[in-house]
RNA sequence: GCGGGUAUGGUGGAAUUGGCAGACACGUCGGUCUUAGAAGCCGAUGCCGCGAGGCGUGAAGGUUCAAGUCCUUUUACCCGCACCA
């Protein structure tokens, strides 16, 4: 019977071996296997980081077993809030819940048997650590990648803190499910933006699901349009907008922009109803993004009374209007609106009884009823109304009025993104302190590379202040400092990192954990390249996917890095559910600790089951009954050794067993079928079972392709057989495919498509053998009863279908 | 609104990509062992029907010798994005 003995007494052998220990002077061919780092949270290891690792860890160790050297780190993402809440809630140095919570994890991880390289572990809150992080920053500094700009940014007024756009998607926190609110700040940005092409060509070169590539293509959100000028009309201001449809210009009976558009604030004097336009804009940003989206079918705004605008092609002069259905952060903050065409602007229009011009007809060239609604679907429609573009197809009158933008200066193609740069600060203490200082002279200075790591000072206050203050703040002996330029005085940088540094690059840190010269030397970034299978969840895909493969581009571009792109494949897996079917959560009280499972069945039957509860990248729920069959099988393969016997006993069906099921189960790892992997093995199993005595050497190479599922169990099994030395080293068995195919094999016959007999045909008969075998099978006579044979179709070793009629 | 996914026995899930639907496992029932029970081992188990047979992959159509798989329409649930100009 399997036991938890038997999981203690082989963890101490892989650890007093060190045996999945990789190194980086090899002349063996790499693998580098790498699983999203966890948080480490006081809550402990989930059972759905068990089976986000149980992946990799698979492939892992069958890739060690094939003769490569393999790279399986693991490490802990340990800045961030809840540490930090927890902190301040107990008055425990983060420091020191950060170190527990790490000890607590490793424990749990090694109870579960990963073979992870454990001198490699990296923590991102350590110095030596964070020390590379700040590197890189003060390298995105040094190339204008890392800018101080004052600008609308997501505040969460719950954590008391400023959240990048990726972290408060639908308007919400990522950390607390808080409304968040826009606030003006002067905070640090990335300038991901300039990276936005070259974050979706690197698409290309990697081996991404489509779900993962398709959310990426969204969220960066690249379009191809226009900028355009108006000239306010008796006046020599500019109003730029953009447009994805410059064909329509001739349509444009208004002109909107957004509530915090700056040309509001200069022309405040000329504009009479000012004080209106304050109030709706005061409303405006009142309202959460959540509330803006949800009101969006009644449309608002407030018509600039004072200021016209003047179409530069059509020479019409039409009203501005301003509205929250413009937003600031999304292109210029002002459109041209076409009501006809866009069903925005035609609710707008409709409720403020603004004129539509349609110029787009249908395919035949008709107007089409504006009663409805606006009449978008026009993508093989002709330009009406429009002048010079008359008749024209969409496409052509694109092409025609962007070049007559161009060669009249009032306008140029334009690409836009819908992604945002970067919100690169927290305004709390556990983070990466910004290693850049504010002098009164020089202005932001960096620090000098020789100071880094710049630490944080060790405080007692955590409490971050009011109004967006980072609790460093308070520290002036900390604050105050010199200038690294001038040596004047200067002040610190109190806001610290996002979350989202450290895990950045973490990757690179695995091939050279120690360095202190550099992130990582040269010669291991050559050897390791870059990862070739990233395991993580669906939730990273818009965030961490994104952020990390932004510094990676960028570390190539400066010549650090040799690879473009960090991670050749990425997979994903699906959420364990609790045994209720609903997302595992404290609240519901369903969540499944590892921990009691690893105590009651052992590790492997955790393994075994996580990996055979369905498909790896599909959600399922718990079942404490799916645990108890996952401990019977393992127990099952325990009692082979009853079954084996050093007799060399062959048998034509079992050589086709063996072969089929190394040949099955090979295949599945790589493809990550691990549940169908485990039910072929299962059904080797049970014709094991069938048996009087087995030969061992139809049992070694099954504990060999189990091994990487339930490595103690096999490694127990593998030392009672008396298999020589340990299973970890051995090699990977090869199968013989001749002896998988057997001479005969008996299929199907389907008259009118139902299956009514079967037949037995030697294994390599052609199309004109079966059919034969077929039609003289005495079964048929059972159906034909008086009908013909209009026709016989043979599928090779598959199937036979006679048709009657 | 846009994009993506899922739907198969009492349950979790398989199905070589158009070729035997329900592998494997759970559960249930039966057998064996046992003084008895548990465990183990062996067997049965999609539904209706005594049977021959019929029906069956969310629903309705279609293509095909053959459809869980392809096409059209549709329903429910899940996920991502969302006034993207």
Redesign the pocket.
Known sequence: MYNKEIDKKWQKVWEEKNCFHATNDSDKEKFYALIEFPYPSGAGLHVGHVRAFMGMEVLSRKKRMEGKNVLFPIGFDAFGLPTENYAIKTGIHPRVVTDNNIATFTKQLKSVGFSFDWDRVIDTTDPNYYKWTQWIFLKLFEHGLAYKDKTYVNYCPNCRVILANEES??GVCDRCDSQIVQMEKEVWMLKITDYADKLLEGLDEVNFP??VR??QE??I?R?Y?AEINFKLNNKEDILTV????PDTIFGVTYMAI?PEHPLLEKYKDEIKNYDEILKYKAEATKKS?FE??E??KN?TGVKVDGLEVLNPVSGKVVPLWVT????M???T?A??AVPAH?T?DYDFAKKFNIDMIQVVANSKGEEVSLEDGAYTDIEDGVIINSDFINGMSVEDAKAKIIKYLEDNKIGHSKK?Y?MKDWAFARQRYWGEPVPIVKCEKCGLVPLDEKDLPLTLPDVEDFVPGEDGESPLAKVDSWVNTTCPKCGGPAKRETDTMPQWAGSSWYFLRYMDPKNNDALASKEALNYWKSVDCYNGG??HV?RHLIYSRFWHRFLYDIGVVPTKEPYNKRTTQGLILGPDGDKMSKSKGNVVNPDDIVKQYGADTLRTYIL????YG????W?E??V??AK??L??IM?LEALATDEDITSKELDREVNFVIKKVSQDYEDM?Y??A??AM??YV?VL??QNKVSKKYIKPLLQILNPVAPHVTEELWEKLNLGGYIFESKWPTYDESKIVSDEI???V?I????RYRINIPAQSDEKEIEKIALEAPALKNYIAGKEIK?V?V?KS??V?I?LG
């Open positions: 998607q639908g489509p779900r398709h959310e969204n969220w959100g379009s349009g953009y447009t994805t449809r957004a993004e803006r989206v009101l969006s449309k929250d259905y413009v937003m952060g999304y292109g903050g459109i041209m866009d925005r836009n819908h669906m939730e818009t055979f509860i369905g498909d599909m959600s399922a729920p079942s009954n799916g108890k069959g019977k099988f127990d099952r009692r079928k549940n169908t485990i039910a299962m059904s049970n079972y069938k008996e299929i199907p389907q009118n498509g139902t299956v026709k179709i599928i598959k199937i279908n048709v």
